[in-house]
């Protein structure tokens, strides 16, 4: 083994090294890009330095910092997400402090001091039918056709409906 050519390995070997197929070794091969020896037997044999063996053309370097960026970002999140359980909690203790006591009368209906939230919405015809009766729908066109009601215009004008619409 050649010490400044790297790792003397097979095509196949190399190809699972590199993350690729051994048919995209062999177009290296081809195209001069790759490190490589043709053995008098037939068989060509690939030297795989450390840098290639990352295979997406990164540095390491590049990587790490890329790693520590992450992680830095990472511990930030978990910190803010720390603090909204913490406001969470501290929201949650409170509530028990927010809610009325029942034991208070409460003020009539139609007092002027109620909000706009707080008065109940104003009934609807729906409302008081019983939820197994369909609800009442708004009469349409086509019901009013199917009855036979529907005004049919100026029954004088022997021109056809678009003429009479768009003018003609």
Do not use: C
């Not at 009442?136 to 619409?165: C, H, I, L, Y």
């Amino acid at each position: 083994m050649n010490e400044h050519r790297g790792d003397r390995l097979s095509v196949p070997d190399a190809a699972k090294i590199l993350n690729v197929t051994p048919e995209a070794i062999r177009q290296r091969i081809r195209r001069n890009t790759i490190d490589y020896e043709y053995t008098e037997d037939g068989r060509y044999y690939v030297y795989i330095t450390p840098l290639q063996e990352v295979g997406n053309g990164v540095d390491n370097a590049v990587l790490l910092d890329y790693v520590e960026s992450l992680k830095k970002e990472l511990e930030a999140w978990k910190e803010e997400a720390r603090r909204k359980d913490h406001i969470i909690a501290a929201l949650v203790e409170r509530v028990p402090a927010l809610e009325t006591p029942r034991d208070e009368p409460e003020s009539p209906a139609g007092s002027s001091d109620m909000t706009e939230r707080e008065r109940p919405p104003p009934e609807r015809e729906h409302d008081s039918q019983p939820w197994w009766e369909p609800r009442k729908q708004p009469e349409t066109a086509f019901d009013r056709w199917e009855r036979g009601t529907v005004p049919s215009g100026n029954q004088d004008d022997p021109r056809p409906w678009w003429k009479r619409m768009f003018g003609g």
